[in-house]
């Protein structure tokens, strides 16, 4: 299980956990610990209520969506989730930044297109052998990713590069903006499709029995959140403590600059290679659960392995157009789809889904309907009443307009099936 999980962990840990932790302790500085917690909700607790969900369903996102919305809209649903945290976004993403990253400082002349293509070829290799893609991971790639992630973030803990100055960011508003800086790593989102893909893993190992599933899978969630935890409040620590000295640090600089302040010029290759690890073990591990999750929607009409190929060519041809185009790209589907993950696996954990389904589905459509007005404000375009709804709405200048909406729509939803039930 300590193989499954640190594969679990490694395939979550890409490149939005590397630079968004920092930006954020960088943003907030002496307020990082209270932006920190709001962080590490959405991308632990939240990630860790996400497996348990999984657990409790059996099966996968898609179900557990159907189960509230119907089995048509929850197939659709987990397929947006699984093209944005998949082939859409994540892996021309982790592609871009690898070159970005760890290619170019050292290698300036290398054109875009050939980092992607054996990027891309070798994410094909590690995951067209579904039975060996935990297994490559977990034993190999996984012990190198953390031998790096604890090289920068001890030191960095043991001796910070200063101590965290003032922020711009308000008190009041420190645990929103972290809560809502966590949903560019969409580690949440990550956590209920790749529980799908760990129970199908533990299936093809033998481990059939729906109980030994669901412990195992509880057990590796765990393990991974718990790394996730100690990792993302570390980056931000080391980002609070820098915000003071290099004060005109962007979002993908940051983390080089405290790298190379900790270990001097040997600090940019250590770097280089925490990004390229990052980046390419959260792009197999997502394009292992795509293959898996497309299959099992489609009852095997799409096979596993053509859709790892197509997952490899549609990330190459989107990775591209560049790593900041493609984060500006992502923002508005988070805005859009966050809230009402949440409420699904809140309610499917916590509660029984046939009891209050009439409640739960009066949630999720009202936390998809601001999440909507989010995304339309995300994307550029000016709506007047959608900004005007969203900020009469209380708890919106913490980041959380959606909260009492959704409050309302599950109190609608329960007073609904009451009334129908009578």
């Known amino acids: 299980m300590i193989t499954t999980g640190l594969a679990l962990f490694s395939a979550h840990f890409g490149v939005g956990d590397i630079i968004f932790p920092g930006k954020l302790g960088f943003d907030t500085g002496s307020l990082w610990l209270t932006a920190g917690l709001g962080y590490f909700f959405v991308n632990t607790i939240i990630a860790f209520l996400g497996y348990l969900a999984i657990a409790k369903d059996k099966i996968g996102i898609a179900h557990m969506a159907g189960e509230i919305l119907s089995p048509f809209w929850g197939k659709v649903f987990g397929a947006i989730l699984m093209l944005v945290v998949g082939p859409v976004f994540i892996l021309p993403r982790v592609a871009s930044a690898t070159h970005e990253m760890s290619i170019l400082p050292f290698f300036p002349n290398i054109p875009i297109s050939a980092t992607l293509a054996v990027f891309f070829l070798l994410n094909a ?35 910070p590069t200063a101590d965290p100055v003032a922020g711009k960011t308000t008190a009041q508003a420190a645990f929103g903006v972290g809560f809502n800086f966590g949903y560019n790593t969409m580690n949440a989102i990550a956590a209920v499709l790749m529980g799908g893909w760990i129970l199908n893993d533990f299936s093809m190992k033998g481990i059939t029995e729906e109980r030994s599933q669901q412990r195992n899978l509880v057990r590796v969630g765990f393990l991974t959140v718990v790394l996730l935890g100690v990792t993302q409040m570390s980056l931000t620590w080391l980002g609070a403590s820098a915000g003071g000295v290099y004060t005109e640090a962007t979002l993908g600089d940051l983390p080089l600059k405290v790298t190379t302040h900790l270990y001097g010029t040997i600090g940019m290759a250590i770097f280089a290679a925490l990004m390229a690890l990052a980046c390419f073990t959260t792009s197999a591990g997502l394009t292992a659960a795509a293959g898996t999750f497309f299959e099992q929607i489609t009852s095997e009409g799409i096979k596993y392995k053509p859709m790892v190929i197509a997952s490899s060519i549609c990330g190459f041809a989107i990775g591209m157009v560049g790593l900041s185009r493609i984060v500006g790209y992502t923002v508005p589907f988070l805005s859009l789809l966050y809230p009402a993950l949440i409420v699904i696996i809140l309610g499917t954990f916590f509660l029984d889904v ?54 309302a729509g599950l109190a609608g939803g329960l007073l609904l099936g009451r009334s129908r039930n009578k």
Not at 128 to 140: E, I, M, P, Y
């Open 354 to 407: 046939q009891k209050y389904h009439s409640m739960l589905l009066g949630g999720v459509f009202m936390a998809l309907l601001f999440g909507l007005f989010d995304a339309v404000k995300e994307a550029g375009f000016i709506v007047p009443w959608m900004q005007q709804a969203t900020a009469a709405m209380p708890l919106a200048s913490q980041g959380f307009p959606w909260i009492l909406p959704t409050i």
């Open 125 to 159: 290799y590690v995951c067209l052998n579904r039975t060996a893609v935990v297994d490559r991971l977990g034993k190999f790639l996984s012990p190198a990713l953390v031998l790096f992630i604890a090289a920068i973030a001890v030191k960095g803990v043991l001796y």
